[in-house]
């Protein structure tokens, strides 16, 4: 017959339990991603953050990325409704409008949801330094299950960053793969997200040559879609300026509006649609009127 354990022995493993309750982290809350349509995922806290207001432009006031906006638009829409969709990598010069396009589409998806009576799109957004944890976000939104668009502006890797490797398993390659309720989209300024330096360190480690330039192309190659944009002309940049000065009701001579935004791109040499929107602050500042503060429509 086992003997019970004495008094003060007992009394010891009680504080010790209790004390190693105390030391062990506390659950990690399970997420209510029907809180709101937009969230920032927090790693440090495994948490993921509701926005209440997205700070986006609508889709109709994007310029010259016609094809761009109806291929991204078509793509979350069909992965809104259940339908196979691709992971999305939008590439190109600063500026140009691959954040704003993402987040304006998210809306207008939602805006077409809603006029059928479909449940809404939600849309997440991961840093570039968590994406390490990516796979612990993908289980939570997995074990959520509503549909997500995940994304992560401006992506790219440098140096000896091998977090990439991760990636491009969670992605397509690993045995889990992309849960089917989250569709990945990033913006970058490189076509094939990694630096010349890692690639030249590929090639003088491969046996090799053309093993450094499959791994360069392998990671964008789990992008199924991808979107190119470039520097536009002067037509482009001054449609853009005077749709926003139309639409937010800043009333000044039109000529008057593209000689000076046609100055502001020459000091900043560049014309974008970042040029074109900075320029509609300081027009609107100069006039006295605020422009609207961003909603989450």
Known sequence: MTESPAPDLLAVLTRLADALDRLAPPPVPQPDLFAADAFIWSAAARRLEPVPHVNRVPLELLCGIGRQ??????????FARGLPANNALLWGAR???KSSLVKAVHAEVNRILDAGG???????EIHREDIPSLPTLLHILAEAGRACVLFCDDLSFDGHDTSYKSLKAVLEGGIEGRPTNVVFYATSNRRHLLAREM???????ALHAGEAVEEKVS?????GLWLGF???????????????AKAYGLDADPEEIARE?????????SRSGRT????????AGRLGRPLPTPSDV
């Open 219 to 223: 990671l964008s190659d789990r992008f």
């Open 276 to 283: 074109a929107w900075q320029y509609i602050q300081d027009l």
């Open 261 to 269: 935004a046609r100055e502001w791109a020459v000091t900043r040499g």
């Open 199 to 205: 690639v030249e360190n590929e090639q003088s480690t």
């Open 230 to 244: 470039h520097n536009i002309d002067q037509p482009t940049y001054l449609a853009m300026v005077l749709g926003y």
């Open 118 to 124: 479909h449940p809404r799109l939600a849309l997440v």
């Open 69 to 78: 906006v109806e291929t991204l638009r078509e793509n979350t829409l069909r």
């Open 95 to 97: 500026g140009t409008g």
